[in-house]
């Protein structure tokens, strides 16, 4: 499974989102600093849930990096994240 494919099914799981995009940037980033040559080095998310309503922008990244656990930092150099609610 990619790390990427991994992402998906984690926030599926853990935020039953309203609207789901993970997107790999990596390529835009070949040879910078960061890229490990496995083609899943940088990535953006991109996740509306109604679990985030009422939470401040760096409540809502938290909860995300926590349920990714080590896949940031670790397995992935940089994740860029957009998060919302759904509009009531």
């Known amino acids: ?5 991994e992402m998906e099914r984690i926030l ?3 935020f039953a989102p309203s609207k789901l995009d993970v997107i790999n940037d990596s390529a835009m980033h070949s040879g910078h600093s960061g890229d ?8 953006t998310i991109v996740i509306e ?15 995300i990096n926590a349920a990714l656990g080590d ?3 670790q397995r992935v150099h940089a994740l ?3 998060a919302s609610a759904p509009e009531v």
């Open 80 to 82: 860029a994240i957009k």
């Open 49 to 63: 849930s109604a679990a985030f309503a009422g939470l401040s922008r760096l409540a809502r990244q938290r909860m």
């Open 12 to 14: 599926r799981n853990a």
């Open 1 to 5: 499974m990619t790390i990427q494919a």
């Open 71 to 73: 896949i940031p930092g």
């Open 36 to 43: 490990d040559g496995s083609g899943e080095s940088h990535f």
